[in-house]
């Protein structure tokens, strides 16, 4: 490289040497001072001939006309002018070519000589004064210079659907990786995402992220363009009443979305089928067609009620003109409530059997304790509305009414055993068989029992001894007794417990006013306060035994009343009396004797007269 230069260099010289102007002698001579003044001593120094501005300017011009600035980190236009094994050289027009790996080629396999490619400058002179090039980051900046140019004008992009993702899809748009939701695939709900994967399909930018570099594509988009010209022509033409033919969309729990191309309408559950359905997808099925009624629509028609059932004849309208009140029916349960059960006829006629024509009992029990959805029952119509396509029916007059020939089965006096049903604040439910109910009043439970509420008696499934009091038959009521079951008590007790018998127990509780003594399991006797004080003067204690007086026995009330303080003042009482009734005795022995002193002083004085 040193010789080369050297050589140059004395090329040049020898040049400049040529192209100087030589001086003749004479002129020299003739005007020496006049020369050394004109002469160029840089041009001589230097030992070239300068070249004139105009010159400089028309080289200049034909540089940037020919060659690329590399300063510049833009891309720019190359050709391929040789292919080695591993790389391509690139011509861009510049003082020297640039070289690219053939691994920035590998989407194009047949890449060749002669074609055009888009690169940008990565070195503008490696350690050999080689160019760099890259054709991978040129393309991504041609890519995101195209993504964004179709994102402003909305021109439509081609893309490869690469994957599934989470979400959605993975689209390859000029290179770049852009997301695809999977709410914009189509206008309606995709269900095979993998159907899509390796398709070629056009898409709108939608959305561009600069700063993390994402982008953001629709399919959908695409559609509902030409969908929306669609929509405007049949909705114009849309009217109450009239048959389209369309496809099921979506099916959800209260209804059904049907195309009807570009435009979508719903056909509520209640409008499927005349019968009782439990979900759509008992009536239709997806990508169904069928024909759809027009119900209504709003004002801007964005809302259409479309009907199914109504390309049918109303089931009602078909029902047999001789069926009537009376008359037995077979039917299948299709809905239970707590009230009811809803009996289908004939396909899409039900009626209803509530629950009080279940049983002849009076005590209401829910439908589901009688029948299930899906049993075949037979019941007795009791209504029959053609107009209001209504129907009652009922279960419990195909049986005899248990009240028919009650006073023969149950005479008021007659003994029974019943099962326990429920309770009320005065009383117990007392059934004696299926649709034969009676009340026992908490009064004639027990006859010593004070009871709050029956709960504390009995529990519901016990069974009991009941006697009939009375019977009511066009009311429908009969009343029952317990304790009247066994003899009373208390007639015996009005004679072991009269006033002014004496019994010895225990202070079970001492209360406000007093305290309560047991005598037995049924006679509870209260205490007064006053009459609590011992012979001492102290009072009875709880768990105290002592003896005490009846002074009070009602029992109509069953109030037994006794004291103690009544025991010790009764003995006070008699030993005064006694102590008294011995001092009058002696008293009167006194008084004897002195009279009979007196009278026999008397009888010796008139015996001496």
Known sequence: MAEDKTTKEQQSVASSE?????VAPSEQQENPKQFLEEFNWHKYEEG???VDDAQLEQFE???EENFVDTLHNEVVDGTVVHLTDQDAIIDINAKSEGVISLNEFRYNPDLKVGDKVDVLIDVKEDAEGQLILSHRKARVIRAWERVNKAQEDGTIVNGLVKCRTKGGMIVDVFGIEAFLPGSQIDVKPIRDYDAYVGKNMEFKVVKINHEFKNVVVSHKALIEADIEEQKKEIIGQLEKGQVLEGVVKNITSYGVFVDLGGVDGLVHITDLSWSRINHPNEVVELDQKLNVVILDFDEDKTRIQLGLKQLHKHPWDALDEGLKVGDVVNGTVTVIADYGAFIEVEEGVEGLIHVSEMSWSTH??????FVNVGDKIEAKILTLDREDRKMSLGIKQLTPDPWTDITSKYPVGSKHVGEVRNFTNFGVFVELEEGIDGLIYISDLSWTKKIKHPSEFCKVGDKLDVVVLELDVEGRKLSLGHK?????????YSDEFAVGTKHTASISEIVDKGATVEFNEDVTAFVPQRYLEKEDGT???????????IIEFN??????VASHTSIHREEEAQIVKKAAKKSEDESKKTTFGDANAELQALKDKMENK
């Open 484 to 492: 009247q079951t066994e003899t009373n008590p208390w007639d015996k």
């Open 539 to 549: 009072k009875l204690v709880k768990g105290e035994a002592a003896e005490f007086l």
């Open 555 to 560: 029992k109509e009330f069953k109030r037994v």
């Open 61 to 63: 011009k034909l540089v």
């Open 48 to 50: 070239i001939d300068e």
């Open 18 to 22: 040529e192209s100087t102007p030589k």
């Open 364 to 369: 209401l029990r829910s439908a589901q304790d």
